[in-house]
């Protein structure tokens, strides 16, 4: 089932425009697990966000059950004046994926992604993400069946499970399904994240692209910390149409600023006090929030200046966000204060 060039995607292209009004790539926020909730995404947003974001990877298989489905509601909620985001879902059975994708249009998503990357082994055992590179078969069927739902569709992928060289078949084989956007993590699964990514390899890629479906967009992630770096790339690789950053952010949360700055304290501790906030409005109004899970990003915000540590520390001991509070309120007064001289 071949889908006409989606309007959708050729805004994003049309809007992605530098400093001077010149067109550049489209950056986007990878999709990440437990992290591109709505709360991180408007954090994101407020520090100079990207031009794509993406929902945290839902399974398909409970999105269509009478009962799983509301287990998974944080996962797709999306708050009024947020940007939409792209839904990323994920499986192994066509019916399923067929049936997640089409409740999405109802939700005001307006675009879809099939993740067939994720290296996590229990996803590997359910036969999808990263699986699917050995199953080319079953991935061709999923994006058809995601088709179905009307709305254009894109994939997430690695360059192979094994080996590098896989690429070369299954990278063609996605083209030729005609995705309108082909995301390449370009590492493999047994790489995971600690094998370099293979910039070597995007230029192949690239020609590869223009051979088979020259209008699929061509999206590129893994290593790529900040704006500047993803332009570079782009630059340095003609054909590239969009730059995602995923671990990049968690280090700096301005990652998508196209002009670099030193950013103060007062201004980390003002993101991380919106994401407090933000945590306990989905919390009360959407679904019940891991508060431990947000201990994650203390480091994200309260790093590289005089007693950084100890002030991790003593919040890493908290149990309640109005007990982080509290402890901004008493030391952070006198941390910018300092900062300052």
Excluded at 90 to 111: D, F, T
Excluded at 242 to 264: Q, W
Excluded at 314 to 333: K, N, P, Q, S, Y
Aim: glycine share 6%.
């Amino acid at each position: 089932m071949r889908q006409a060039k989606s309007a959708y995607w050729q805004k994003i292209v049309d809007e992605a425009k530098d400093e001077q009004g010149n067109p550049r790539p489209f950056f986007s926020m990878a999709p990440m697990e437990a992290v591109t909730d709505t709360i991180f995404r408007r954090v994101v947003a407020a520090a100079g966000g990207p031009d794509i974001y993406y929902t945290e990877f839902t399974n398909a298989a409970s999105m269509v059950h009478p009962e799983a489905k509301f287990s998974i509601q944080g996962r797709l909620a999306v708050a009024p004046g947020e940007q939409m985001p792209i839904a990323q879902i994920w499986g192994s059975k066509p019916e399923a994926i067929a049936g997640a994708a089409k409740l999405l249009p109802e939700k005001g998503y307006e675009a879809v992604d099939l993740n067939m990357g994720c290296p996590d082994g229990t996803v590997i055992k359910n036969s999808a993400g990263s699986d699917l590179i050995r199953h080319p078969d079953t991935a061709l069927a999923l994006i058809d069946a995601a088709k179905e739902s009307g709305l254009p569709v894109s994939v997430k992928t690695r360059l192979g499970f094994y080996k590098v060289d896989e690429y070369q078949g299954w990278l063609e084989t996605i083209l030729k399904a005609d995705v309108q956007v082909l995301t390449i993590h370009l590492r493999t699964r047994k790489e995971m994240s600690k094998a370099a990514a293979h910039f070597e390899l995007i230029d192949d890629i690239v020609a590869m692209r223009d051979r088979l479906t020259p209008n699929t967009l061509l999206q590129i992630n893994g290593d790529i910390k900040n704006y500047k770096q993803g332009m570079a790339l782009a630059a340095a690789h003609p054909g590239v149409d969009g730059i995602m950053i995923g671990r990049g952010v968690l280090e700096d949360p301005y990652a998508f600023n196209s002009v670099e700055k030193e950013h103060t304290l007062a201004e980390s501790i003002d993101l991380l006090k919106l994401q407090l906030d933000l945590f306990d409005e989905v919390t009360k109004t959407v679904t019940p929030k891991n508060f431990e899970a947000l201990k994650r990003y203390f480091k994200i915000y309260l790093r590289g200046f005089a007693n950084a540590s100890k002030l991790r520390q003593m919040l890493m001991e908290t149990h309640a966000t109005d007990e982080v509070r509290a402890i901004l309120d008493e030391h952070v007064a006198e941390l910018v204060q300092n900062e300052d001289r």
